[in-house]
């Protein structure tokens, strides 16, 4: 079974902190996603990567950077956390046979106050 | 650009069919998924039509007509596990080309 985990469930941070999400992959997947998601907004892209070292824009890159020094990590940082970056942030993978099948890890629930 | 649009609520009894229907825009398109995600869990792949047509998987069925740029989720024999969100999604036709792009998800509610 593939599994995606993500280094915490929930998350709570001061706004101007900087902040890290992980997330690991254990099925050698090329292709590795950040969502965020918000109640009526759905699943918003914020960035992903086909290949180590490398990473693309999603929908909604601002305020949010990524690094993939691994292939079966991806990390979301937040520079400096925003109140309006509060959401529920999913990560997920998927092979480059399987484009439509997609992987999701469990969520990690960030609030910044 | 691309968007999808789905219903954002759908309600049902048990043993009742349903269908949540996508109509999408796209640059180009490569095919249609929908996932399934119960409140608090994580969304799973449940089904992905690349040609016109029905593909059926146990109570789940999907439709896509390339056409009329829309698809459906058909849902048969409704139980009460089967309430959660359901998004339908299209490959990002950008360089890359490996991203998905999801519709704001249908809350399917099921009573008994």
């Known amino acids: 079974d593939v599994k995606v985990t993500q280094s915490s469930r929930y998350l709570v941070k001061r706004t101007g902190e900087k902040v890290f999400l992980e997330c690991v992959q254990d099925?050698?997947?090329?292709?590795m996603f950040w969502y965020r998601q918000d109640p009526g907004l759905g699943l918003r892209l914020i960035y992903f990567?086909?290949?180590?070292?490398?990473?693309e824009k999603g929908d909604i890159p601002e305020g949010y950077s990524v690094s993939r020094e691994k292939k079966e990590r991806f990390s979301l940082i937040l520079e400096s956390a925003s109140t309006n970056q509060t959401s529920m942030y999913l990560c997920a993978s998927s092979s480059t046979g399987g484009l439509y099948e997609q992987y999701f890890g469990p969520g990690t629930r960030l609030t910044v106050t | 650009g691309q968007s999808l649009e789905q219903p954002s609520e759908v309600t049902a009894v048990e043993g009742a069919i349903v269908q949540i229907n996508c109509t999408y825009q796209t640059s180009g398109f490569y095919g249609l998924s929908w996932y399934q995600q119960h409140d608090g869990g994580a969304p799973t792949f449940l089904s992905y039509n690349a040609l016109d047509g029905l593909e059926e998987t146990g109570r789940f069925s999907s439709f896509l007509s390339r056409s009329d740029s829309y698809g459906y989720l058909l849902l048969q024999e409704l139980q009460m596990k089967d309430s959660a969100s359901y998004f339908c999604a299209v490959r990002e036709a950008n360089q890359a080309g490996t991203a998905l792009i999801f519709g704001k998800g249908t809350t399917l509610s099921v009573s008994s």
């Open positions: 099925m050698d997947h090329e292709n």
């Open positions: 990567s086909y290949d180590v070292k490398m990473k």
